[in-house]
């Protein structure tokens, strides 16, 4: 299964290189996209093809408290395309582990995109070294950011193995966190049920990127939906994401709004700062007292005195017949006491 895995990662991620190239759905078109962007989702996959939700919003498995509004999809190894443009804050791709186990929970690979809004979309367990945008990079709606994976905490609908699908969410914005509090939303591709996926149900994506015709006609939803999120989880040691993210606070979020925010209030950050890792005690430093200078090193003799041709060099005299030189055995002992800590502190 790894091996199948890797030859999908770099199958997609060869695709996703060149999308852009033929202008197929999800390329870049040459305008920079706009940044705040534009209101409104479609689903997070490539126009014209279908997927199932496999979770939806709202479940005592795992899409409750912080996860509460969040949608599974049943994305096996496949593009995923940004389901709203903006600014790709925070990048994770280097985690190659995952299942169905709490102990996975801080694993997964993500792409997390700031809206300018207030709010961010999160692409969660995403496949190792699949990620094809990086911080700081605008994106457009349907372009295409990732190939799905099952890193991080990953179950089928058994609790027994691990599934591969694409968790996403849109959350407030907080830098500093790659995983908050989801809010509810709709899609604009989803003409039944208010735009909202229902699970077990399948969807045709109208995805189809900048300047391509619809495949069919969409529906806005941009009015908020009501937060008042009230699942509980069945087993609370299933939680997804960040386990030191701020839990649901008490009350509906504030309102988001649609103004523009500065560019300078996204710091693109690297990944492994914002990765919260478990943590390491090091080993500490021993001390030691370095050899003086002075018994180290002999007096040179005056450069206007010469030395008696009959004094041996200072190299084979002592610098005091009572004070033995040091010899080099303790300088090597300490360089080695201080280079081992440094060795051993690598994760």
Known sequence: ?????????????????????????????????????????????????????????????????????????????????????????????????????????????YVLIDHGDGTSGLYLHLAPAAVLVTPGQIVEQGQAIAVSGETGLTCSNDLKEPAPHLHFQVQRTDLGHYFTQSLPIAFDDIASGGGVPREGASYVSDNVGHGRPLIFALTPHHDPRVFDPVATPADPSLTEGDRNATPTPAGPPAAATESAVPTDAVTPTPEPSMT????????????????????????????????????????????????????????????????????????
């Not at 040459?30 to 014209?48: Q, R």
């Not at 001390?287 to 009959?310: G, I, R, W």
């Not at 041996?312 to 006491?337: E, G, Y």
């Open 1 to 109: 299964m790894p091996f199948l895995a890797s030859i999908f990662v770099f199958s997609f991620s060869l695709i996703g290189a060149i999308v852009p190239t033929f202008g197929l759905p999800g390329s870049v078109h040459d305008d920079v996209p706009p940044y705040p962007a534009p209101p409104g989702y479609v689903l997070p996959w490539i126009g014209g093809t279908t997927h199932t939700v496999t979770q939806g919003e709202e479940t005592s498995l795992t899409h409750n408290g912080l996860s509460a509004y969040a949608f599974d999809f049943d994305l096996n190894y496949d593009i995923v395309v940004a389901a709203r443009g903006g600014r790709v804050v925070m990048v994770r791709q280097d985690s190659t582990a995952g299942g169905c186990n709490a102990s996975f929970a801080d694993d997964a690979n």
């Open 276 to 347: 919260p890792r478990p943590t390491r005690t090091p080993t500490p430093r021993p001390t030691y007292t370095p050899t003086p200078t002075a018994v180290v090193s002999a007096t040179p003799a005056p450069t206007d005195t010469p030395a008696p041709t009959d004094t041996p060099p200072p190299t084979n005299t002592p610098a005091a017949t009572d004070t033995p030189a040091p010899t080099a055995t303790p300088k090597l002992t300490a360089t080695a006491t201080a280079a081992s800590p440094a060795a051993t502190s690598t994760p």
